[in-house]
């Protein structure tokens, strides 16, 4: 059985753009989120055995949500997606729970690495 | 092996280590429940007890050593650390440092560091037995592990997007799989750009090192593990290749790099003169493009020489706290602007003038506690050191709420000392500083007893100017009192006005002219019983620069004058004829006794001729 996947960006072009790489590769996506409050609801409806988290969503930025998501299941993989130069955001969205991360401009080989990662 | 090549190196890290010991010293004093400013001084001692150990300075190992054992146990939290444990770390660095200094000089068994010894192997003792521990005297050199768990170096690829983030992550997988003690440097780290991806941890897990070296190698990026091993961090520095883009080059060289970069300006100038009395379209081209080759490599070697202010306050902090402690003051110190950048020669100057302006601040400046409060202040005085960059120039203020000056007294004194008239009625800011500044005037014991400020003053502001610099006073009764430097951001070259007076040279530095003129014989007059000239409505003294420097021979009809000024003071400078303007490297220059106190150097000119560099100080 396939993985499970949530993608939570606000930007369309991103969600689109990781949902090809990552159901090329054989993972089912099963929702998207374009807030933080969204994704942490999602996520509670959905058990994904996976999330990728864009770090600056509008209402909920995707650190509380990583917060709010472990919280609720401490053993929720979450892989983030950030832009360069956002390191200290990152490594506190991995000091609050998210397992590993990625770095926009996006290379598949590289996401699908994280994502192995994340859940190997 | 030839250690002596090393010696130097050696000296500049274990500087650099012993002013993070006090820098945190001071943190932990302040906040000795943080854990924090503990760890990252027994780490900088640490490190100082390796390099010394290898430099084989047993005198100054073995005092590091005594110190890590005191810290250690303050470190792992099983001993309190008090007021007595500070003054004696204190003391113990400043031992360390003589140690370091002796070392590197060869005068390591000159020192008596007994003292400081038994006091550190006493205070350790002490704690031990509280925390019924057996005493560390004897643990190895290299060794920092202890306590359960086993020591981890990770080194992230360097090349990689985040390693901050990355070291994070492995982090996070070692907390799955275990429990982190310890890491060095700490998590927050992490978060910055500069953290170089290598980083310690001590874990304490089931897993045997293969699986755990597994574990970290899968978290991805990762160029190295060592499982076990436990060096110190500078080790690992030196040999690793291509982590830093720095390089450390002996301030030596970059003053000859300046002064042979002084003496290409100074043939270009020449080469300028020499394509200007000839018409040929290939040497112009050429002549312009060396000229601005010329003009880059200048403004790069002058961007090498710029240090951040750091590097000079970063002392401050400890120098203030000692001071007050030594006077039963209370003092809040804050340092504004430490980014900000001054040559290094100036930056190297300026070091005894602050120490000077921050004493009189805290010894004359600030009230005793009881006395603020008396006063409705708060009992903390408040002394701020700031660095702020304006165009081409740099202000550093040294500021505080104390009494401030009390211009009366100093007025009273400046006038039986006849240095100010009956009419003056009050000190404007700028007399005040005049009067202060005036050599000898501030000693005087009556006025320092009464108003504190001045000691020293003079010397301040004869260091400043003969940097190209001034000093400014500002000074508010029960409000404080504010001294503000001003300087040049480099220092060696400037554009400076080239004069004659027989058959002698000088050059006077442009910053300070205003302008020149014809001498008029009907604008001469009198001011105070000497020469003055009639200049914009007023007199301003007048200073024939023949006579200054005692040149006989017939002198010209047609004299000009240059203006000179000082903050607000002018005089007139009259010489026999102008000769142009150039670009010229200032040369520092021992004056023989004697000598007029009317020059700040000497150079050498674009024909090759050696001047001297007058003081506009000196001359208004």
Known sequence: MSHTVLVCDDAIFMRTMIGDILSQAGYEIVGEAETGVQAVEKFKQLSPDLVTMDIVMPDMGGIDAVREIIKHDPGARILMCSAMGQQALVVEAIQAGAKDFVVKPFQPSRVLEAVQRVLG | ?620
């Open chain 2, 1 to 620: 092996m030839d250690l002596s090549q090393y010696a130097e190196l050696f000296l500049v890290e274990s500087r650099e280590h012993l002013s993070s010991i006090n820098q945190q010293l001071l943190e932990w004093e302040r906040s000795p429940q943080a854990t924090e400013p503990v760890a990252g001084i027994f780490r900088a001692v640490h490190t100082i007890k390796g390099m010394a150990a290898a430099m084989s300075y047993s005198v100054t190992s073995d005092l590091a050593h005594r110190m890590e054992s005191l810290l250690d146990i303050l470190r792992t939290g099983d001993g309190e650390v008090t007021q007595d444990h500070f003054e004696l770390l204190f003391r113990a660095t400043d031992t360390l440092e003589q140690a370091v200094a002796a070392s590197v000089s060869g005068r390591e068994g000159q020192l008596d560091v007994a003292e400081v010894l038994a006091a550190l192997d006493a205070a350790t003792r002490d704690l031990g037995a509280a925390a019924r521990r057996p005493s560390r005297s004897s643990m190895p050199l290299v060794a920092v592990s202890e306590g359960p768990g086993i020591w981890i170096r990770v080194q992230i690829e360097p090349n990689s997007t985040l390693v901050g983030a990355r070291a994070a992550v492995v982090i996070g997988r070692m907390e799955a799989i275990g429990a982190v003690r310890e890491v060095r440097p700490p998590p927050s780290a992490f978060e910055s750009d500069e953290f170089d991806g290598q980083f310690d941890f001590q874990l304490e897990t089931e897993l045997d090192p293969e699986a755990i070296e597994r574990e970290i190698r899968a978290a991805g990026d990762i160029k190295q593990v060592l499982v076990g091993a436990e060096r110190s961090r500078t080790d690992v520095k030196q040999t690793a290749s291509g982590r830093s883009r720095h390089v450390r080059v002996d301030l030596q060289r970059v003053d000859s790099m300046m002064d042979l970069i002084g003496e290409l300006v100074t043939a270009r100038d020449q080469l300028t003169q020499v394509s200007a009395a000839r018409t040929a379209g290939d040497l112009d081209d050429l002549t312009l493009k060396i000229s601005r080759l010329t003009s880059d490599l200048q403004a790069e070697i002058i961007q090498v020489r710029m240090t951040p202010v750091w590097q000079v306050f970063d002392r401050f902090p400890r120098l203030v706290r000692d001071l007050a402690r030594q006077l039963d003051k209370q003092v809040e110190f804050r340092v504004e602007g430490k980014e900000i950048e001054l040559d290094r020669a100036i930056l190297d100057e300026i070091g005894d003038p602050l120490v000077h302006l921050l004493r009189n601040a805290i010894d004359h400046g600030i009230e005793p506690p009881a006395e603020r409060e008396a006063l409705g202040k708060p009992p903390t005085g408040r002394v701020v050191l700031s660095a702020l960059r304006e165009k081409a120039k740099v202000a550093i203020k040294v500021s505080d709420d104390g009494r401030g000056i009390e211009r009366e007294k100093i007025l009273d004194r400046a006038r039986r000392d006849g240095m100010v008239g009956d009419e003056v009625e009050t000190l404007s800011d700028e007399l005040l500083l005049r009067v202060l500044a005036r050599s000898g005037f501030s000693t005087a014991a009556e006025v320092s007893d009464v108003s504190g400020r001045g000691v020293g003053i003079d010397i301040v502001a004869t260091r400043l100017r003969a940097l190209g610099g001034g000093l400014e006073v500002s000074s508010e009764i029960g409000v404080g009192t504010t001294f503000t430097l001003q300087l040049p951001i480099t220092l060696a070259i400037v554009r400076a006005l080239t004069v004659e007076v027989g058959d002698e040279r000088y050059v006077l530095p442009i910053t300070h002219v205003t302008e020149t003129l014809d001498l008029d014989s009907s604008a001469v007059t009198e001011l105070d019983g000497r020469a003055g000239l009639m200049y914009r409505g007023t007199v301003i003294p007048l200073v024939d620069l023949r006579e200054l420097v005692n040149v006989s021979g017939i002198v010209p009809d047609r004299r000009p004058v240059v203006v000179v000024q000082i903050g607000g003071r002018r005089s007139g400078v009259v010489v026999d004829t102008l000769t142009g303007q150039q670009e010229i490297v200032v040369k520092s220059f021992d004056p023989p006794s004697g000598t007029l106190p009317i020059f700040s150097g000497a150079t050498i000119l674009g024909d090759g001729m050696p001047v001297l560099v007058l003081d506009a100080g000196g001359l208004v």
